[in-house]
């Protein structure tokens, strides 16, 4: 059964949210006229914005290769078109999302996928 290392965050790791906080402030900004969003600003801020971002993305990359390479996940996986939503989704539901159980994933999701691929199948016959 695959582990998962409890690794505590280290200083580059809490900078790296803190700018993810403030990128997520900077989305929010608006102006006093009817809520439009503010021009992004150009120069320093936005290197760091960038730089900021550069660095979230490397931490997640190498947590999620961390976690493939553990489990045997072969390299050519990352290749698959539907890596990407996947990823998206994870992103949408932002900081906190717990990993899902061995039942969801080898019953509840794997019924839902089964389903769907009756449904596309049936969709092909007629």
């Not at 439009?36 to 979230?56: C, F, M, N, S, Y």
């Not at 976690?67 to 996947?86: E, R, S, T």
């Amino acid at each position: 059964m695959p582990h998962f290392d409890a690794i505590a965050k280290d200083e580059a790791c809490w900078e790296a949210e803190q700018e993810q906080q403030n990128i997520a402030e900077c989305k929010r900004k608006f102006s006093s006229s009817g809520g439009e969003v503010t021009q992004p600003r150009k120069g320093k801020e936005a290197k760091v914005i960038d730089e900021a971002k550069k660095k979230l993305r490397e931490n997640a990359i190498q947590k999620n290769s961390r976690w493939m390479y553990d489990v045997g996940i072969p390299f050519n996986a990352v290749n698959y078109d539907i890596l990407g939503p996947a990823i998206e989704a994870i992103g949408q539901y932002g900081s906190g999302m717990k990993p899902p159980s061995y039942y969801e994933v080898r019953v509840k999701y794997l019924e839902n996928e089964l389903e769907h691929t009756n449904n596309v199948l049936k969709s092909w016959k007629d």
